[in-house]
């Protein structure tokens, strides 16, 4: 009783006198270690070589040398923030984003990361990274954010990007940027638009897929097929080099969350609601079914055996 009357008189003060705007000042921490690690959202998983690296919320980063099997916890990561995506370089070099505008890396396979970038006076969440190599990378996210290195993420510069024809402003989130194998690069925008670009960056321009919905992903194929997916299940491709774009056959209405090619040369989509589709003729159409849990699947990587492995709002799935 003694606490709880000693505050009563604070407590009269407060509503009788105005109070300031005082906003809290929001602070990153180091990620904790958790029991439950494989349990959080994970949404972005790559290979380090032949290491699986997979993250999430809470600034989880999880390593996998066994093909997904087991997995462990990175043994240092210096936010706490969502992490969105994770792009390797090599075996060694990598490089995470997130959430407050977060970008971490590592130079030693995932086992320990370095912050190099973060703004917590706006969340600005970043969507994707890709590196083209150990020194030049991008990233992109929301209002437009495109940001780019050429020294390995030490310095991070925006870009300036163009608004497509008819608008005043460059279209409002980038969800995925990916390039294909001449170095052409590609980012799935929320309008149904794709941007390119093929000169290193340089300058972009934007195709308009005839969808206008939002598409979460994107990928170039080996034969230099491009594939975009989003919402509502919605898959579009193009076969030359992103110029024009047809929808593919898809049999669910699912959203599109990743895309990857598998050895056999297959392509499989993660969708929310547990939706599993894949192609065999390079995304011309598309067949699948729906798991039993009905899991929303986030990501989806290949093992080395060639079966894929999908990851959940819930963490990691069964076969």
């Known amino acids: 009783m003694v606490a709880l009357t000693a505050a009563l008189p604070f407590a009269c003060f ?11 000042v929001l602070q990153l921490h180091t990620a904790e270690k958790a029991s439950a690690a494989t349990e959080v959202q994970l949404l972005g998983a790559t290979h380090a070589g032949k290491r699986l690296v ?16 087991h997995y462990r916890q990175a043994r240092s990561v210096p936010v706490d923030s ?56 991008w990233a992109v996210g929301l209002w437009s954010l495109m940001l780019h290195t050429a020294d390995g993420g030490v310095t991070w ?52 897929t005839g969808y206008a919905g939002s598409f979460w992903t994107g990928l170039a194929l080996a034969d230099g097929t491009l594939l975009v997916g989003g919402l509502r299940g919605t898959i579009y491709r193009s076969a030359d ?45 598309f067949t699948g079914e729906q798991r039993a849990d009905r899991a929303a699947l986030t990501a989806v990587a290949a093992s080395s055996s060639g079966a894929p492995i999908f990851f959940s709002t819930n963490g990691m799935t069964k076969p």
């Not at 509503?15 to 705007?21: F, G, I, K, S, Y």
């Not at 980063?61 to 099997?69: A, E, H, P």
């Not at 090599?90 to 995470?96: M, P, Q, S, T, V």
Request: net charge negative; aromatic share 8%.
């Open 241 to 285: 080099g992103g110029t024009t774009w047809q929808p593919a056959k898809t049999p669910y209405r699912s959203s599109v969350t990743d895309l990857v090619q598998l050895p056999d040369e297959r392509v499989v989509a993660s969708s929310l609601d547990g939706v599993v589709i894949a192609s065999a003729d390079d995304g011309r159409s």
């Open 54 to 69: 997979v993250v999430g919320d809470h600034g989880v980063v999880l390593l996998s040398d066994d093909d997904g099997k």
């Open 14 to 24: 407060a509503q009788t006198q105005p109070q300031p705007d005082i906003k809290p």
């Open 157 to 208: 510069d925006t870009v300036k990007l163009p608004p497509p024809p008819g608008s005043k402003r460059a279209d409002r989130n980038l969800y995925a940027i990916f390039a294909d194998a001449r170095g052409n690069l590609y980012v799935a925008c929320e309008q149904g638009r794709v941007m390119r670009s093929t000169d290193n960056g340089a300058n972009w321009t934007y195709s308009d």
């Open 82 to 137: 969502t992490l969105t995506s994770v792009s390797f370089a090599d075996e060694h070099n990598g490089w995470a984003v997130g959430h407050w505008g977060v970008i971490i890396r590592t130079a030693d396979g995932g086992e320990t990361w370095t912050q190099q970038r973060s703004d917590i006076s706006v969340d600005q969440p970043l969507f994707t990274v890709y590196f083209r190599n150990a020194r030049e990378g």
